[in-house]
């Protein structure tokens, strides 16, 4: 709790000895953005040692901002563009500087309004994009972005980071749906997924697994209905589906949980899974969403490393799926 912003031993000190609680916080960023740390040992009665570990050279990667009404700049650059929506100034520098050495364009976005008119005017490959911001949150833009048939098809990578922890979480979906399914949209999207293989349907809502059944048979496609998470880990034991349309709130079993227990098992890890969400989200919709990552994060499962290993991962499938083969 030490590094935490305005964490204090009693809220009450700062009368008596001043100060907001900012300053191991903002010392701590500083070294993280240079490539350091600052770590403390400590003895009740005795005192504290901090130690910060430096790189000999610093070396400075400026953004490349993207120039307005310039979407033909990603065509130009013969590389990936990803966009980084964030709010968090010491996150999109990870980003910046973690997607920038594995050979990606990075164009970053301070929030959700911002993103979408980065979206629109460059058409990225892929999209980072923060769960939890203020204002207009994550699952808002992303709700947007999908509606807007000119960005849909551009990948969305779910994420958020908790830089003062260390800890992050990515959603992990390759592509998202939102309700009312579109006919078009949904059979755009599982075109890029085998047809000889089942399409596994995880939704609480009857009716809806009985809408998209109606939708895809004529396509060609088998089904394989679950209700909540739970069962579909049960229907995954005896079919090998080609992908799995997911909804993230159901009852036992969430969306999240599925994705996390489908990690788990190397013979699932690969499975495509296509997340559904409400189009127009209530307040209520966007507490529980947030709620079940923050839960996620409370857990403190998913360290920084493994996070950035997972996000590079899924960048790189989406810029792969979106760019010409050489």
């Given at each position: ?6 964490s204090?031993?009693?809220?009450a ?16 960023r ?11 040992e ?7 040692t ?11 990667i ?24 964030d ?122 697994r ?30 090998s ?36 969400t ?28 493994q ?8 960048v790189?499938t ?9």
């Amino acid at each position: 709790r030490l590094f935490e912003v305005f964490s204090q031993a009693d809220a009450a000190t700062t009368r008596k000895y001043g100060g907001t609680g900012l300053g191991l916080a903002l010392s701590r960023r500083l070294c993280r953005m240079m490539g350091g740390e600052v770590t403390v040992e400590s003895e009740a009665g005795r005192g504290s040692t901090f130690t910060i570990l430096l790189p000999a050279l610093v070396a400075e990667i400026v953004e490349e901002p993207a120039a307005p009404g310039a979407p033909t700049d990603r065509v130009a650059s013969g590389v990936g563009t990803v966009l980084v929506v964030d709010d968090e100034a010491a996150v999109r520098d990870l980003m910046q500087r973690f997607l920038a050495k594995e050979g990606f364009r990075v164009v970053t976005a301070a929030g959700g309004e911002e993103g979408l008119r980065r979206a629109r005017e460059l058409r990225p490959d892929a999209i980072t994009l923060d769960v939890m911001m203020p204002g207009m949150d994550g699952w808002a833009v992303l709700s947007t972005l999908k509606a807007d048939p000119d960005v849909a098809d551009v990948p969305v990578i779910m994420l958020t980071i908790v830089d003062d922890r260390n800890l992050g979480y990515a959603l992990g979906a390759s592509d998202y749906l939102t309700k009312p399914i579109d006919r078009d949209r949904l059979v755009t999207v599982l075109k890029q997924h085998r047809r000889d293989r089942p399409v596994l349907v995880v939704d609480d809502d009857a009716g809806l697994r009985q809408l998209l059944r109606r939708m895809l048979e004529p396509e060609g496609y088998a089904v394989v209905e679950a209700e909540n998470g739970r069962v579909a880990l049960e229907r995954l034991r005896d079919v090998s589906p080609s992908v799995v349309l997911l909804d993230l709130m159901m009852p036992e079993m969430d969306g999240f949980e599925f994705v996390a227990e489908l990690r788990r098992h190397e013979a699932w890890r690969a499975i495509p899974v296509v997340v559904i969400t409400a189009r127009d989200l209530s307040l209520d919709d966007h507490e529980r969403l947030n709620g079940y990552v923050q839960k996620i994060l409370q857990k403190g499962e998913h360290g920084r490393d493994q996070l950035l290993a997972e996000v590079r991962e899924l960048v790189a499938t989406s810029v792969a799926r979106r760019r010409p083969k050489a």
